[in-house]
């Protein structure tokens, strides 16, 4: 029957032709946006995952649906297994500074499909008893990932920690690190806002800042008061550069990441040398929080946790006018070092 009619033959020949070129051009052109996801540098000293461990190629909707899971941290163990995931050490780190926005930057930049966040602060390198527990201990608090994908952690301790900078170091010397400045008076009063919370849910009393910040005798900035050195951000910055070139640091406006968050991430996305993903979609203004809040998908949106975004005591002018004057050389050397300059008082 068919052959008597080569036309309809070649008709259903040609259909069946074009659909099996698309099929192939489609896939070719899925394997080439997998491969420009691929990282530009070693994950860590581990040989590179062989041919068959790659990502199979399967439908886009439940790769989507595996990312989002990875995204919250809810992969499964078949998940993990059929996926060969990974728990892989961080190839950048938020290195502080606290109260800097370091949580609302990790979580935004987990909107990013190629990264995944380790969602506690883990305090490896800030903490002898951890750091002692060995890398291998590290490298279980992370979380699984897919091989291409790469992990951020965030401890902003580890800016002002004095053994830092020499343990990361040694763990990989080319990693990225991530810096979140605000402007120094603004974070040193949030800062003391915070431990005053924690003072008053104990049901226990607490200086006012203008008593912890000037020193009574002198009149003057005290320097031991904590909030105040935490500010001080070009003298942690010097002792990280012992250990590791400028380049491999990215200052992050805390202040924008707050008001306007979308330009400063796509500067991290450049830096972390990953195609630009993160878009005005997955960022709202949520005017109940006041803050921007972070939409992954058409189900899935969230806003920080109520303690980031606490209101300030009121400081008395005087005070925030002398620390201002204070923290202005140490700017003057931050925006010098770093090549990003800030319009801090
Ligand atoms: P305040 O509580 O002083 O407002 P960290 O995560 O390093 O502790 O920083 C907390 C700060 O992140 C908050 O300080 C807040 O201003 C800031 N922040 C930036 N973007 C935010 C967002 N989208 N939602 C909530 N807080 C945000």
Known sequence: MLFKQPALLRQKLFVLGSLALGSLLYLVARVGSLERLQPICPVDNRAPPQSHEQIPLRTLQYKRGLLHELRRGNSTREQNLLHHLVQQLPRA??????????????????????????????????????????????????????????????????????????????????????????????????????????????????????????????????????????????????????????????????????????????LVEKFLNLPSRISQYNLYFNATRGFYCLRFNIVFNKCLAGSKGRTHPEVDPSVVAKLRKFFHPFNQKFYQITGRTFNWP
């Open 93 to 266: 780190i938020i290195i502080g500074v606290r109260k800097g926005g370091t949580r609302a930057l990790l979580e935004m930049l987990n909107l990013h499909p190629a990264v995944v966040k380790a969602s506690q602060e883990i305090h490896f390198f800030d903490n002898d008893k951890n750091y002692a527990r060995g890398i291998d201990w590290y490298r279980e608090k992370m979380p699984f990932s897919l091989p291409h994908q790469i992990t951020i952690e965030k401890s902003p301790a580890y800016f002002i920690t004095e053994e830092v900078p020499e343990r990361i170091f040694k763990m990989n010397s080319s990693i990225k690190l991530l810096v979140i400045v605000r402007e120094p008076t603004t974070r040193a009063i949030s800062d003391y806002t915070q431990v005053l919370e924690g003072k008053e849910r104990k049901n226990k009393t607490y200086h006012k800042f203008e008593k912890l910040a000037i020193d009574a005798s002198t009149c003057e900035v005290n320097t031991k008061y904590k909030a105040v050195r935490t500010s001080i951000y070009t003298k942690h910055l010097e002792r990280w550069l012992k250990y590791f070139p400028v380049e491999q640091f990215h200052i992050v406006d805390g202040d924008r990441l707050i008001t306007d968050p979308l330009p400063e991430l796509q």
